[in-house]
Structures are given as C-alpha cells and as structure tokens.
C-alpha cells in the first residue's frame, strides 16, 4: 500500500541553526501538507502546497518557514533559524485531490536544544 | 474561522464493548468535510472515517461508524466491538469544502483506553 515516507524519524539540533524535514509524498498525489504537534498539544496546520506553490499557510508559517519540492518525488520543509518553541513533531501529508482525505507520514520528532 | 471542540480528554472502555466519543465543531460554511483520525503511540495520524456534510447518511467502516447531526454541529464516533488496538488518541478533525487548499483543522484529541 502507498504511503508518506518521512526522514528522518528524529533530528535534534542546536538553536539557531537551519534544519530540512524531508517527505516523499504519495506518487500519485497533488496536494501536499506539512503540520505540527508540540508535545502533548492538537495537530496544527502549517502548509499546503499545489502545483509548485504554496496554497495556503497558516499564521505560525512565519518567514522561518519555507517549504519545497525540488524533484518529482520530495517535499521538504525547512526551518532557517530554530528556536527551543519549534520543538514538535512534524507532520507530512498528501491527499490526491482537494478535500479528499490526507494520508500522513509517520512524523519526525524535532528537538532544538 | 473553524473551531472543533472535543470535550473528553481521556475515555475507557472494556474489550468488546462499544464507546462513542464527542465532537462538536463551529463554522459558517454549508459544504465541509468531517473526519475522525487515529494516533496510536507510534504517532502516525491513521484516517479512520469521513463524512461529507451533504450526506444524510452516516458515514460506516466496519466497527467505526458516526453519528453526524448538521443542525446540532455534532460528529461523534462510534467503536463497537472495541479491541486492545483501538487504544489511541482520536482527533475529529474539519475540513473546508473549497476551491482553495484543503487544510485540515484539529480537536485536542481523546486518549481511548481498551481495556482486557
């Protein structure tokens, strides 16, 4: 069964550096998705992206947010400068068309430290 | 702005019994999407139902299905049957019917304990 691949399963880094969530969405799939869980907390909306460009964002996608698809089969979201508050697990999702239902990656547990 | 409200934090239920868990949600829109997704200590989210809220019907997979009342904003799940692997948090979870994105927005979750 297709699924959403996410790498890696945890990353910890130092405060202030750059970090790269990396997610290889579902082959077939067009929309795309990134949201976060602080530990303990509801699953926030960051991201989605269609057709190359961002479809929507919420107001925690601030300019330390960007996201990516650099080759047919990855999403990337990248952190430029993390801070000890962006500790969370991050979610990538896919869905293969809007409002059908998004299928989620299995998450990477970011630590800033 | 959408709102989903899930007002129990933690449930349990005995193996083999059946338990509903609650959700009320807020919007102004007429055409929305509602789902129940499942966290199990692995933390992957699992789709586990959907409802479209032009449908009457209840949406039904096997042991889950929902109770889904427009007119209250009500979309409560359903487990019959329940086994030592539904024990997960569930999150309801809205969804605009609109021509642009399809961002999802989240309850706080109920933490399911199956029992033996």
């Known amino acids: 069964e297709p699924e959403v691949t996410q790498t890696p399963s945890h990353q910890v880094t130092q405060m202030g550096q750059e970090v790269i969530l990396r997610c290889v969405p579902i082959s077939n799939h067009l929309y795309f998705y990134w949201y976060r869980q602080i530990l303990g907390q509801k699953v926030e909306f960051l991201v989605s992206f269609y057709n190359n460009e961002i479809s929507e964002k919420s107001e925690i996608f601030d300019d330390q947010f960007s996201v990516e698809r650099p080759d047919g089969s990855n999403f990337t979201l990248k952190i430029r400068s993390t801070k000890l508050e962006d500790s969370a697990m991050y979610f990538c999702?896919?869905?293969?068309?809007?409002?059908?239902?998004?299928?989620f990656g299995q998450g990477t547990r970011l630590t800033v430290v | 702005a959408q709102t989903v409200t899930q007002s129990q934090p933690e449930m349990s239920v005995q193996e083999a019994e059946t338990v509903t868990l609650s959700c009320t949600y807020d919007t102004s829109e007429s055409n929305y999407y509602l789902f129940w997704y499942k966290q199990p200590p692995s933390r992957q989210m699992i789709l586990v139902i959907r409802?479209?809220?032009?449908?009457?019907q209840n949406a039904t997979e096997n042991r889950f299905s929902v109770n889904f009342q427009k007119a209250a904003k009500s979309f409560s799940l359903k487990i019959s049957d329940s086994q030592l692997g539904d024990t997960a948090m569930y999150f309801c979870a809205f969804m605009k019917g609109e021509t642009s994105g399809s961002r999802l927005t989240f309850g706080e979750g109920t933490q399911l304990t199956v029992n033996p």
């Open positions: 999702a896919s869905s293969e068309f809007m409002n059908t239902e998004a299928f």
């Open positions: 409802q479209e809220a032009y449908k009457q």
